[in-house]
């Protein structure tokens, strides 16, 4: 018999199987990888599915008192108040640029990053940049946001020469609005960059190095070979990291703007997110921020839903 022949007659007796039956077999022959998977099965049911079922109180006047079944029914009423505020264009606003503008160069500055070390030819060199663009990312969050404050701060290196370049009074860089966003910005790829350029330079680990013999041979340049295999290499990656990202786009980094904006900036530094820690946690306005927060998860999930469709249309892959 063949072995199309065999796999057939398999199916055919495996589907006559009762479905109890099946499942419990294959739970038996693959029972040390579904161990392995049990502690994250674990972590993800009550850390993440479990706590969904709070998100009721989006739709209640909830009362720690009367409890998720015992406080008032009020449907869509909190998600129509925030829609109609005078802070929902402000907040909606502030968190599009500062996703866009962190897309733009906080997403392309790790890709770039890699590039360039990739054609480091002196692997001293090439360990030194790496470790120097790693090293940021551990530390901790408290400590560069101090450490923006004080370069930023009148006085500050950064102010100084930033003073320098355009002639202004070295206040504070932190309390002009107009900065924040930059700042911001600036911060997210310093601290990031090295970290996030691993993907890519583990992704071209994996383009066969006979396509740049041949490219070579053919007298193209370093840059040519960039442009035509690698980045053609990497598109596949891209596209995932791309996607990813799309699905957390309106979450911005609001631990490092609540430690880094000031009343006075809420003009440009105010975000949703933001905005959801100070009505739930300093304002106990616990309803109202849980339905703000699942305003903002909604985005975030047509957001990824979109650019997967997108990214299957155009490219032929994605996540799903």
Known sequence: MSTKATARALRRQSVRKPLRRRIAEDFKRNRLLYAMALPVIVYYVVYHYAPMYGALIAFQNYS???????????????????IGSHYFWRLLRNTVLLS????????????????????????????????ISYMPYFISLIVVCGLVKELTKSGGLVNIV???????????????????????????????????????MAAMLAIDPGQYEAARIDGASRLRQMWHITLP??????????????????????EKIILLYQPVTYETADVISTY???????????????????????????LLVLANYVIRRRAGGGLW
């Open 100 to 131: 866009l503008y962190s897309l733009m160069f906080d997403f392309t500055a790790p890709l770039l990053l890699a590039l360039l070390i990739q054609e480091v030819r002196s692997r001293y060199w090439k360990t030194a940049v790496q470790t």
């Open 162 to 200: 930033y003073t320098l370049l355009t002639g202004s009074g070295g206040q504070d860089m932190l309390q002009d609005p107009g900065l924040f966003r930059g700042i911001y910005v600036a911060s997210e790829i310093w601290q990031r960059v090295g970290w996030e350029s691993i993907i890519y």
């Open 233 to 254: 290499g990497l598109a596949p990656t891209i596209a995932v990291l791309f996607i990813l990202r799309m699905g957390y786009m309106m979450e911005v980094g609001y």
């Open 64 to 82: 720690p008192m009367k409890g998720f079944w015992g406080s008032e029914w009020v449907g869509l009423e909190h998600f129509r108040s925030f």
């Open 276 to 302: 959801v820690y100070r009505k739930g946690l300093l304002g106990t306005d616990w309803s109202f921020s849980s339905a703000i927060g699942l305003f903002n998860s909604l985005i975030n999930l047509l």
